[in-house]
């Protein structure tokens, strides 16, 4: 079993629609959670990081559940600038802290 | 502010051959990353440095890889000899935090395509 699973899509919605993603993570001793964002042939870009508690940047909403160990990431109000690759990141400290990257979740966001 | 500069943007060589790509991190950032990214997968790191001292190198394959951050401030990645399965993206991130937190700030990427 991978340590970041993510589904990896592709999401085709249509704009102005909202759309969700989920993240797993196998080790209960993760610490920090992240988005990023990832344009094609780009370098992946920090999104949001992820509270326990949740939280929101404008249409997008972020949360976690840590009794069933994954992430969420919604995006209200699709746009087609947020067509893109979503990757989790999971940080834990094994002796040192490491970040794992999920392998992404493609979204096309349509007219 | 300036980003994470990485070179060359693009490399070909034929397998066997050396192959070095330099990262210049954000100004300030202690902890420098290697990541290498292959077609359709996540980031996976290689090394990462807390100023010049690589603190967790576990998953570079050091028979054929190196790095070195000298002065604790630009970095090199060198693969010697490359072979075709090497082919990818070579990320270097910097973080202004120490210790690997995931808060990263990504360079536009190294693309190696070893023929």
């Given amino acids: 079993r991978k340590e970041v699973e993510q589904d990896p899509g592709p999401f085709n919605v249509p704009e102005g629609a909202t759309v969700a993603f989920n993240c797993t993570y196998s080790n209960s001793a993760s610490q920090s959670f992240f988005w990023y964002r990832q344009d094609c042939r780009k370098e992946p870009k920090l999104l949001m990081s992820v509270y326990s508690s949740g939280n929101e940047d404008g249409r997008f909403t972020a949360q976690l559940n840590r009794a069933s160990q994954y992430i969420s990431l919604l995006i209200r109000d699709s746009k087609l600038s947020d067509s893109a690759t979503y990757l989790c990141a999971v940080s834990l400290n094994t002796g040192g802290f490491k970040t794992i990257f999920g392998a992404g979740t493609r979204l096309f966001v349509k007219a | 502010e300036a980003g994470v500069v990485q070179s060359p943007r693009y ?95 990504f360079g536009e990427g190294s693309r190696l395509t070893v023929l």
């Fill in chain 2, 11 to 105: 490399k070909i060589i034929e397998k066997k051959q050396p192959v070095a790509f330099w990262c210049n991190p954000i100004s300030g950032h202690n902890t420098l990353y290697w990541y290498r990214q292959n077609l359709g997968q996540g980031p996976e790191l290689l090394i990462r440095y807390e100023n010049e001292e690589a603190v967790d190198d576990s998953q570079l394959p050091k028979d054929r890889f190196s790095a070195e951050r000298l002065k604790g401030v630009d970095s090199t990645l060198k693969i010697q000899p490359a072979e075709l399965g090497d082919s990818a993206v070579y990320l270097c991130a910097s973080s202004p935090r120490q210790g690997d937190t995931g808060e990263l700030f």
